[in-house]
């Protein structure tokens, strides 16, 4: 099993989030808490999080697991891999909420190296009512001759 990287800490990740106008930073999600198998992140809600008919947007809860797998991702790549991508991901929708924050913890099913499979769940901040479950695979990329 592929642990933590031991060069990446919270910090790292946080900086790397807020390097441009990217779609996770627009959001305002925020990375809470990194320990090897878990990343934990948070967005507080906003206008833009919500659909036209005034409930949390799939899209909204959707970019908040992703991105915290895709963290989480990063953070546990195999030595000398260059990066990764997804290659599959799946959502339920257990609820929805119209104000506060959200929360999101994610954890690896598989660390493999070529692909990983992370999933997440994303609560309520505060009451802790689950309202979506998340599962995607990554797969690792390699320097090229490197497979």
Known sequence: MTELRSD???DQLSA????SDNLPRL???ELTRLE????????PLEAKHFAPNTYLHAGSVVTLADTTAGFATYA???QGALSFTTIELKSNFLGTVREGAVTCRTWPQHLGRNTQVWDAEVFVEGSGKKIATFRCTQMVLWPKGDK
């Open 8 to 10: 990446i800490t919270l």
């Open 16 to 19: 790397r989030l807020g390097e």
């Open 27 to 29: 959001l305002g999600i």
């Open 36 to 43: 090897p198998g878990c990343l934990e992140s948070r967005m």
């Open 76 to 78: 546990h790549l195999p």
